[in-house]
């Protein structure tokens, strides 16, 4: 199984605000996580927390671009964490090799046709629309199959766009319009996501519904939920620290 590294370029990720000091932390950082066995660097210039307001374009690509070319040959694969389409294509441009979209190809009309035609790597995550508002959007009869159904529709708009399967990768997106017990449920079931078919991502890292606490303290937690999906047959996991997660799937 293998560890996805978040690597999140928001102003709330960084102690200081200035670019350039952002620049070195965020390089730091990055090769922190190589240094300590990441397989996949997931980085990403928006904020998808509950609540979370959406940034410019401009914005976006000011935040990830450098650091995408300044790792670009590190040697690890970079996947680039986004939901719109020319945000993925200059962070292909600029060296990444996998687009991660928390929309499924939902937010941006041109998103499925440009990984397409990128041939890369396309991760598809369950998505019921943006983080401002989605929490009122947490309401299923059966969260399971209410999922895998959403995000079949996700997999033919995709298969449709010409990805092909081999290129697909699903997420069933933990904690986005889902409750504690939602995220449970599918944690629960995640084996009928695997039999989909294609491979499968789950990023529970430090979400609010493995702990009341700050996100620092969800991370024993996070680190077990890596435990018990590592018997379950999915491709991955998104995590924010790489060592106790590579530690406890290779003891
Ligand atoms: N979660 C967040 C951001 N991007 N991408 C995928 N594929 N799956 C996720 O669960 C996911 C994601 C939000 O978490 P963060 O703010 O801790 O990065």
């Known amino acids: 199984m293998l560890v996805m590294g978040i690597l999140n370029l928001t102003p709330d990720s960084f102690a200081d605000g200035g670019r350039y000091n952002s620049l070195e932390t965020a390089l730091n950082h990055a090769r922190a996580m190589i240094a300590e066995g990441v397989d996949i660097l997931d980085i990403g210039g928006e904020s998808t927390r509950p609540g979370a307001d959406r940034v410019s374009a401009d914005e976006e690509l000011a935040r990830v671009i450098p650091v995408i070319s300044a790792l670009a040959d590190d040697g690890v694969p970079i996947s680039i964490d986004t939901m719109r389409a020319s945000t993925a294509k200059a962070a292909i441009d600029a060296g990444a ?3 991660n979209d928390v929309s499924g190809g939902l937010a941006d009309s041109q998103m499925l046709k440009v990984a397409a035609q990128s ?16 929490n009122s959007r947490a309401v299923y009869g059966d969260v399971v199959h209410d999922v895998i159904g959403e995000l079949q529709e996700r997999i033919f708009a995709a298969l449709d766009a010409g990805i092909s399967q081999e290129s697909l990768i699903i997420d069933p997106g933990l904690g986005f319009a889902k409750e504690a017990e939602h995220n449970w449920s599918i944690i629960d079931h995640i084996d009928e996501f695997v039999g989909l078919g294609y491979r499968v991502l789950v990023g529970g890292s430090r979400k609010r519904f493995l702990g009341a606490g700050t996100p620092d303290e969800r991370e024993a937690a996070t680190v077990a939920l890596t435990k018990r999906l590592s018997t379950s047959g999915i491709w991955g996991v998104r995590v924010h620290s790489v060592k106790p997660h590579k530690d406890v799937l290779h003891p």
């Open 97 to 99: 090799q996998m687009i």
């Open 119 to 134: 041939k890369l790597p396309y991760i598809a995550m369950h998505w019921r629309g943006a983080s401002k508002d989605m």
